[in-house]
Every structure is written in C-alpha cells, then in structure tokens.
C-alpha cells in the first residue's frame, strides 16, 4: 500500500509520484491513445462521440488530447494552461459543446482521466495526497484562497481521505536537498508556465533524519507563459489587426487590446471562441480600417489554431536557449509567419518580467534578512529554467558552484510524496 501520492498539477505538464517506503518513490506511469510517459501535458479535449450516447463527450488528456485535436479539426474542443484559471474569480466556467464546466470540472475530468491512463500503476488505498500549489498564484489579481477551494472540491471527488498542500518550491528543495552531504542553507527557484516561486530552507540532519527551518517565501505570476505571450504579442498580434484602427460614429478609434491579451494567453485562447469579446469582434470588421487582418485573426480563432501557434513560439522559445538567432514560423500567416528572431530582440521583450522575477528573488532575501553569500546551494527547477537570461539573475549574485539544476519535470511531485511519508508533515504544509 502506497502511503503518499504526490501531485504536481502545472500549468503545462503534470506529475504523479508516488511515495512507497522510505527514500523510494516512483512516477506513475501513463499510457493513453498517444503511447506512455511519466509527464502529461496540462491538457484536455472534448469530442461528441454518438456511440457514448446523445450528448456524451469522449474526453483525453494530455498527448492524447493533442492528437483528438489534430486529428478532428473544427469538432474538437482543447484546452490547456487550465490551472491558471484556479485563482481567478473571473473565471465562472467555460461551455463544452454545450455543457458548462467549472474549474473543478475540469480538474476532475483531467486527474480522472490519469487515474483511467495510469491502470494498475494507480495505487488503490493512497492515504495521503500531497498536492503541490505556488506560493503567489497567476493572474491579475489571484485570490489563492478560492484556488484551494477548488482544488479541495476537485480532489475530494476522487475520493483521497487525507489531502495536503505544500509549496512547490518546499516540494523541491526537500527532493534536492537528499543529495545534501552536510547541513545547508538552501534557495530553491521554481519556474512553471505560469508562476515563478522562491523558497529559503535552512535544511540539517539530527539522528539520521533530515527536518528543515522555512526562512522565506515569495513568488509572482510570471513565467514561461508569459515569455510566449510577449512573442505573440511582438510577432503576431500585430498581423492580425493590434494597433489597428476602426470607425465609430465618425471618429477613429484603436481595436481594444484586451482582444490581444486573451489571444497571447493560452488559458484565454483555449476559451476564447465562447467569449462576449468574440462576438464584439467579429462586429469590428465591417467598421475596421484593415478588415482584413480582423478576418485573419478571426479564422485563426474559428480554425482552431491555438495549438499549432503554441508549438511554433515554443519551438523559437527553445531554440533560443541555445542560439542567439531563431526561426519562429507559423504557416498560417503566410509569409508574415516567418520572421527571425534574436536572443537580445527576446530578452528586450521580457526585460519587465525578468525584471519583477528579480524583485521577488529580492523579496525573499530581504524579507528574511539573508545575505547572498550566506546562502549554501541554490537550485534551479522548471522548464523556463534553461531560458539563459533567467540563469542570468543567478550568476550575477551567486558562485557558479553553489548553482544546480535538474529535475525539471519531476523534482516537485517527487519531493511531494516524500513529504507525504513523513510524521511531521504538518511542518512542511502551507
């Protein structure tokens, strides 16, 4: 019997461990209609399947989504990003072929959806679930409250008789810190899709067991999805009408931004087709300056190609990790989709946000009255990680020995479950 399950529910991948004895955990295993893997993407797709019955939805999660999606184009409905929404009391649900889903809908359907993918790899009788959560949520204004409500709601459903929340960055700093030969001071970095979370831990060893001291915590809604955005925003907004102009009344008037600003989110893309504001502009179209580019942005909406877009800003985003110049291109704007794009044109787009990731790295040291140089080893976890100007912040204020990296995808959901062994578990909660 598995005594802890731990639940790292990102913004673009998930991960389920689990925690068997002692040190031993293991990635739960998951095997869909798109093969097996360790990690899902944060994904969802809804088909009407006649053979369900009328008005039955066949539901996939992560890669298997993305195939429902690719392969019935027009007739599936895709969704990623979904946790962004958890904070957010904007967000009332989002209709499905019809049907409206909550929040905790679809964290239900997505981590039921696992269960059925995992089989006999799921444990039967988990006593605890340790679920991980950022310690500042993403959005404008995050009431971090409402998201535990909603992941409580979700995760009671499954039927999980214990359930726990640890910071994200807690979880990996506790799967780094088994690798630690003495005691040590320990500043954990946590860059999701969606957030970028710190924690401070004075980590030591007393008779064979590692306990630990919480020095600081701090965090803001800013990462990975918020680098694609500027990319969006520089490379194709642009194409598809922002900073465009219609009339009204006789007078000229700009298209509103917030048409840009959902269309450069995934979470907003994802929901974007049932929106008021895509109602709103379709009617601009007629009255706009440069209708064709409304039209091109609406196609873009009707044909789906939220998805195709995330791959190639993902692509660029990546290649530009290891190379100072990149090809972004994205076929259906014709030749305005192939654009290069430099290392440094990036970097002057999330100056900002590399700048307000600064600041809460500050936060957390100033809060906590901590010296840099009294910090013993500081660890870089999260797919945005790699991103080499985010390394930047690190290098200019620590040793380049005292920096490590790894575990990008699992070192959370791991250090969870351990967590979840422990008899002092109530220490390490947020």
């Known amino acids: 019997m598995a005594q802890a399950l731990g639940l790292d529910f990102g913004t673009t991948n998930t991960v389920i461990a689990v925690a068997e004895s002692g040190d031993d955990t293991r990635s739960v295993s998951f095997t869909s209609p798109a093969g097996t893997t360790d990690s899902m993407r944060t994904a969802l797709s809804f088909l009407k399947d006649p053979q369900l019955g009328a008005g039955a939805l066949k539901v996939e999660a992560g890669q298997a989504a993305i195939r429902a999606f690719i ?98 960055p807690v979880a990996a700093a506790f799967y780094f810190a088994r690798t630690l030969k003495r005691d040590a001071t320990v500043l954990v970095a ?36 918020q680098f694609d955005a500027r990319i969006i925003d520089q490379l194709v907004a642009p194409e598809i009408g922002k900073g465009s102009q219609f009339k009204s009344f006789g007078k000229l008037l700009d298209v509103p931004s917030n048409y840009y600003l959902a269309f450069s989110r ?16 379709k009617s601009l179209v007629r009255q706009a300056e440069e209708p064709e580019k409304l039209e091109l942005f609406i ?21 530009l990790s290891s190379a100072e110049e990149a090809e972004f291109r994205f076929s259906p704007l014709g030749k305005a989709g192939e654009k290069r794009v430099t290392r440094r044109d990036f970097e002057s787009w999330i100056a900002d946000d590399l700048t307000r990731m600064e600041q809460a790295l500050d936060e957390v040291l100033t809060t906590s009255n901590t010296q840099a140089d009294s910090i013993d080893k500081v660890f870089l976890t999260g ?21 490590e990296t790894g575990g990008e995808l699992v070192s959370i959901a791991h250090g969870l479950s351990l967590i979840g062994e422990r008899d002092d578990i109530e220490q390490w909660v947020a």
């Open 190 to 225: 946590d860059f999701g899709g969606g957030t970028t979370d710190f924690s401070l831990i004075r980590f030591s060893t007393e008779g064979g067991k590692l306990s630990a001291t919480p020095i600081g915590h701090s965090g803001v809604g800013i990462a990975g999805d």
């Open 299 to 319: 196609d873009l909406i009707d044909h789906d190609e939220g998805y195709p877009l995330y791959q190639a800003v993902s692509a660029t985003k990546m290649a």
């Open 71 to 168: 392969d019935n184009p027009g007739d599936c409905r895709f969704l990623q990003s979904i946790k962004t929404f958890a904070a957010s009391a904007l967000f009332q649900g989002t209709l499905v072929h019809a049907r409206r889903f909550q929040f905790e809908d679809l964290m239900e359907v997505f981590l039921k959806r696992l269960q059925a993918y995992a089989g006999e790899g799921w444990p039967d009788e988990t006593k605890r679930l340790v679920a991980g959560r950022p310690v500042h949520f993403a959005g404008a204004s995050p009431d971090p409250q409402l998201a535990v409500t909603r992941y409580n709601e979700a995760l009671t459903r499954l039927g999980f008789p214990e359930i726990h929340y640890v910071y994200e």
């Open 266 to 281: 995934w979470n907003q893309l994802s929901v974007f087709k049932t929106m008021k504001e895509f109602t709103d502009l």
């Open 383 to 403: 797919g945005t990680s790699f991103v080499p100007a985010v390394r930047d912040i690190f290098h200019r204020r620590f040793d380049a020995s005292r920096i």
